[in-house]
């Protein structure tokens, strides 16, 4: 479920990355927001199920006997299923902010047109720029970490296998 899953992101992932590119070739002025929205949720549910299925290979390969690789082992095929809709709900969250950041965007450019007083501009301008950044950084930074975790408990399980080969067959 989860390589089928992830093959089907990454081509809608490639797909939307060729259709931005080709809209705006023909059609430069033309406001996008909505493909890039697209490319942002594919991209963030990808991050997402690599990382999954990094954490389930992990699990069920690796030979470490805690006590919580044994329960995990145990319940990660049952959790596979509320896990994927969890990375759909996750990566949907990022398709609401996103249309909100370009709606703020959108504001921001039709308020710097205005003559007046930019305090309410430049407010605006700083609240979008941190509170994205963020929450972008969140969205991406979580599951590479599981990412990396996973990968690196899995080289330590190998390593201590390959220990354990060696030492039984000397």
């Known amino acids: 479920m989860i390589l089928i899953s992830l093959g089907v992101c990454r081509f809608c992932l490639q797909w939307s990355s060729v259709?931005?590119?080709?809209?705006?070739y023909f059609n430069p002025d033309d406001e996008?927001?909505?493909?890039?929205?697209?490319?942002?949720?594919?991209?963030?549910?990808?991050?997402?199920?690599?990382s999954?299925?990094?954490?389930?290979?992990?699990?069920?390969?690796?030979s470490f006997t805690y006590a919580i690789f044994l329960w995990l082992r145990w319940r990660i095929l049952?959790?596979?299923p509320?896990?994927?809709?969890?990375s759909l709900m996750i990566s949907c969250?990022?398709?609401?902010?996103?249309?909100?950041?370009h709606h703020l965007k959108s504001q921001l450019i039709s308020m710097m047109q205005l003559p007046g007083n930019n305090t309410e501009t430049e407010t605006l301008k700083t609240f979008?720029?941190?509170?994205?950044?963020?929450?972008?950084?969140?969205?991406?930074?979580?599951?590479?970490?599981l990412f990396l975790t996973s990968t690196i408990l899995l080289i330590a399980?190998?390593?201590?296998?390959?220990?354990q080969i060696r030492h039984h067959n000397a």
């Open 82 to 86: 509320q896990l994927l809709l969890g």
């Open 78 to 80: 049952r959790l596979i």
């Open 32 to 50: 996008l927001w909505y493909i890039g929205i697209i490319w942002e949720f594919t991209n963030t549910l990808t991050f997402w199920l690599t």
């Open 128 to 145: 979008l720029e941190k509170y994205y950044t963020h929450q972008h950084l969140a969205m991406l930074f979580i599951p590479f970490l």
């Open 19 to 24: 259709l931005y590119n080709f809209c705006s």
């Open 52 to 62: 999954l299925l990094a954490v389930v290979y992990c699990v069920k390969v690796s």
């Open 93 to 101: 969250v990022t398709i609401i902010v996103s249309a909100i950041r």
């Open 157 to 163: 399980s190998l390593s201590q296998h390959l220990r």
